[in-house]
């Protein structure tokens, strides 16, 4: 068995089974195909197959997204914005929705100041697109946002039609929402 295949074995047995389940299903060490009489092992594989794991599928982790000069401008504002809300006395967040190359919502966190446990800066920025759009539907937006949106925020960004999420400095592709 090479690498590969062992890599993509370990992939699939974690991503459909997790990691606690791997004891009771992984069949570790036998080609594919070839698992039917190969008794499993009962941990996962050593530490050279990780290895070999990272290396075959280092695409995998969060990547940063190539420098992209809107997706840029947007971070800009974005930390204007938490700026803006550190000076009001928030929460230190802030998020601009993108479309295409405009911005067409944009807030700081007002958790505090409006006294609103769901304004956060992503929900906020969302219902400014929408207002300024006059629609609820923001399919091909991008949410850029200064840091990982919540789940409640997510969730937000999901029902609203959100095809992306950016956050942070290094600008890192969140994906689309879920």
Do not use: Y
């Not at 479309?99 to 700081?108: F, H």
């Not at 992503?122 to 929408?130: F, K, Q, T, Y």
């Amino acid at each position: 068995m090479n690498c590969g295949e062992s890599a993509v074995q370990a992939l699939i047995l974690t991503i459909d089974h997790g990691k606690n389940d791997i004891r009771r299903t992984a069949r570790w060490g036998a080609p594919h195909g070839q698992n039917d009489r190969v008794r499993p092992r009962l941990h996962p594989p050593g530490i050279r197959r990780r290895g070999c794991l990272l290396a075959a599928f280092a695409w995998l982790s969060e990547p940063a997204l190539a420098a992209d000069a809107a997706l840029r401008e947007a971070m800009r504002r974005a930390e204007a914005l938490r700026d803006q809300a550190l000076q009001a006395g928030d929460q230190p967040f802030g998020a601009v929705v993108l479309r295409g190359d405009v911005i067409v919502g944009a807030a700081p966190s007002r958790v505090v100041t409006h006294t609103d446990p769901t304004a956060h800066a992503e929900m906020e920025a969302i219902r400014d697109a929408a207002r300024r759009l006059r629609t609820r539907d923001l399919a091909g937006c991008v949410l850029v946002s200064t840091s990982r949106p919540c789940r409640m925020c997510e969730s937000a960004a999901r029902w609203a039609g959100i095809s992306r999420m950016v956050h942070g400095e290094a600008l890192t592709d969140a994906g689309a929402p879920r």
